[in-house]
């Protein structure tokens, strides 16, 4: 990653309670309650619970997320995560294991005559 | 001509080719490929393949579906749904277990039921016997591994206060294991034509219109 | 050759269409059109009219037959319904009630 001295941790022990915002990267071991918006990548770590809105340039779930998500690029739903809420980005990925009950909006192409 | 004659030994899939349509009720008890286009209602207690040349426009009840074309509709699985690189999908999706692979495009709701209390990476070992997979993937192999883990649950009743890291709880299992597994020699009730659903099973939010 | 094959446990009720061989070992209820050949197996039950190019039948067929070329109804099958193809075969052993028309007027 290019921008690894962006790249903000917040710990397993940590609650934070509000709105996040901010252009670098962030991984969440602990918990995050309120909003988010970040402009690159967040990452919420296994142990990490998020319930939030959330908006980012790309997010990957390894924990539990409720709340909608809005990514510009990507959100990976790893095998470990439990995902809540509805989802709008370009990719979405959800591996097999991983938990999620929400809709999800993605540009689909279809035939013209279907 | 008398090609086609080989065809009654293997009667256990089911081919749509790419210039077929079917527009209609269409339902059975084996794998169904669709290379080609099918409308209206489909309902299998196997797999169904869309295959990148494969149009489904229909509400689909199936054990597992792997879609690499297009689906409009709904998806009803008692066992799994992926969407591979190629699939596109337009629809809600019901089913326990849902894979969506980079690449595939979705519009629409997932429901994979009640999220269980067990950690999210034991669940594909603990949810499908590992004969009735269709397709290979690592968890399938780590599956009988496992299993017996969860056969002998008395070794760790005293832990009250964590929450069962790494082995499953078995009392979450029956959900599937007594529905879709023929194979196993199980007194489950042989399951039913049409597949029983986790989950609320009738919610139909894309409406088909039927060309006719 | 035959790309598509109806399964013995599979059951349709509607309509099938298309451009190929298509081989029936389940049930087919509706219409069945296509531009090539119609294999329907021993296996088989169709409820359908049918408008094919050929077709040969070892199974069970009620409807009405119309096939640009060929309908050949092989032993042990069973057909009920009309049959109207420049060329008709009707094998020794196969059940059929119904009219034959070998004078088709288009082509």
């Known amino acids: 990653m290019a921008n690894t001295d962006q790249i903000n941790i917040i710990g397993k022990g940590i609650t934070i309670r509000g709105s996040l915002t901010g252009g670098g990267g962030l991984v969440i071991e602990g918990r995050v309650e309120g909003q988010i918006a970040l402009k690159n990548h967040l990452t919420i770590e296994s142990s990490g619970v998020v319930e939030a809105d959330i908006r980012a340039d790309e997010l990957t779930i390894n924990g539990t997320a409720s709340g909608n998500i809005d990514a510009s690029t990507k959100v990976s739903i790893n095998q470990s995560a439990k995902v809540n809420g509805d989802i709008k980005a370009t990719r979405v990925v959800i591996e097999d294991g991983a938990v999620f009950n929400g809709s999800i909006e993605m540009d689909v192409k279809l035939p013209d005559d279907i | 001509m008398a090609a086609t004659k080989d065809f009654a030994g293997t009667g256990e899939s089911t081919i749509i080719g790419p210039s077929i349509l079917i527009n209609g009720k269409l339902s059975g008890d084996e794998d169904l490929t669709v290379r080609g286009r099918v409308e209206g209602e489909l309902s299998l207690t196997k797999t169904l393949i869309v295959e990148p040349s494969g149009i489904v426009k229909a509400n689909v009840q199936v054990r597992n579906a792997i879609i690499s074309g297009v689906v409009v509709g709904n998806i009803s699985a008692t066992e799994s749904v992926e969407l591979t690189r190629e699939g596109r999908m337009v629809g809600d999706i019901n089913s326990p277990r849902v894979i969506i692979v980079d690449g595939a495009s979705f519009r629409g709701r997932v429901d994979m039921g009640n999220a269980e209390p067990r950690p999210a990476s034991e669940r594909p070992a603990q949810r499908t016997s590992p004969v009735s997979r269709p397709m290979v993937r690592p968890a399938a192999v780590v599956a009988p591994v496992r299993a017996p883990v969860s056969v002998a649950p008395s070794r760790q009743p005293t832990m009250v206060a964590r929450p069962p890291m790494g082995k499953p709880q078995p009392p979450a299992a029956p959900v599937i294991a007594s529905k879709g597994d023929r194979e196993t020699s199980k007194p489950a009730p042989p399951p039913p034509p049409q597949p029983v659903l986790v989950g609320e099973a009738g919610k139909k939010k894309v409406l088909l219109k039927k060309k006719k | ?107």
């Open chain 3, 1 to 107: 050759m035959a790309n598509t094959v109806i399964g013995s446990s599979i059951t349709i009720d509607g309509e099938i269409s298309g451009d190929e061989d298509l081989v029936i070992q389940g049930t087919v209820k509706g219409k069945i059109s296509l531009k090539e050949s119609l294999f329907v197996e021993a296996s088989a039950s169709v409820e359908a009219d049918i408008e094919v190019q050929n077709v040969e039948i070892t199974g069970k067929v009620t409807g009405n037959i119309a096939a640009t070329d060929k309908v050949e109804l092989k032993a042990d099958c069973r057909v009920v319904g009309d049959v109207r193809a420049p060329r008709i075969l009707i094998a020794d052993g196969a059940s059929f009630k119904g009219n034959v028309d070998m004078d088709v007027k288009e082509r």
